[in-house]
C-alpha cells in the first residue's frame, strides 16, 4: 500500500505565509514527480505546483512568484509548498499528489493524500 501524508495547512492572514509537507510512504519502487493540486467546493481540482525526480517544477500562472515547491533531496519521498504573500482567494483544500510505481505493479498511477485546508483571512 502507499500513503500520502500532508501537513502544515490551516489559519493565516492575507499577506502571511504558510509551508505544507507532504510524506509518500509505503511500498514504492520509483517516484517520478509529486505536486499539489487544491480544491473549493463545487469547482474542479487545479495543479497549484508540481517537480519531477530531475528538479524541474511546474507552476499555476496564479501562484508565480508566490509560492516554491521543493522536495527533500535526502528523501525522494518528501515535497514541500512553501506558500507566501497569501490571499484570501488561495484559500482551499490543498491535496497532494505523486505519480510512481508500487512495489509488484506494472504501470505508473497517481496517488493522492487527504488534503489539508488552508484558510487566509482578510
Known amino acids: 500500500q502507499v500513503q500520502l501524508v500532508e501537513s502544515g495547512g490551516g489559519l493565516v492572514q492575507a499577506g502571511g505565509s504558510l509551508r505544507l509537507s507532504c510524506t509518500a510512504s509505503?511500498?514504492?519502487?520509483?517516484?517520478?514527480?509529486m505536486g499539489w493540486y487544491r480544491q473549493s467546493p463545487g469547482k474542479q481540482r487545479e495543479l497549484v505546483a508540481a517537480i519531477t525526480t530531475a528538479g524541474n517544477t511546474n507552476y499555476a500562472d496564479f501562484v508565480k512568484g508566490r509560492f516554491t515547491i521543493s522536495r527533500d533531496n535526502a528523501k525522494n519521498t518528501v515535497v514541500y509548498l512553501q506558500m507566501n504573500s497569501l490571499k484570501p482567494e488561495d484559500t482551499d483544500v490543498y491535496y497532494c499528489?505523486?505519480?510512481?510505481?508500487?512495489?509488484?505493479?506494472?504501470?505508473?498511477?497517481?496517488?493522492w493524500g487527504q488534503g489539508t485546508q488552508v484558510t487566509v483571512s482578510t
Open positions: 509505503g511500498n514504492i519502487f520509483s517516484i517520478n514527480s
Open positions: 499528489t505523486a505519480r510512481l510505481l508500487a512495489v509488484g505493479s506494472l504501470a505508473w498511477r497517481d496517488y
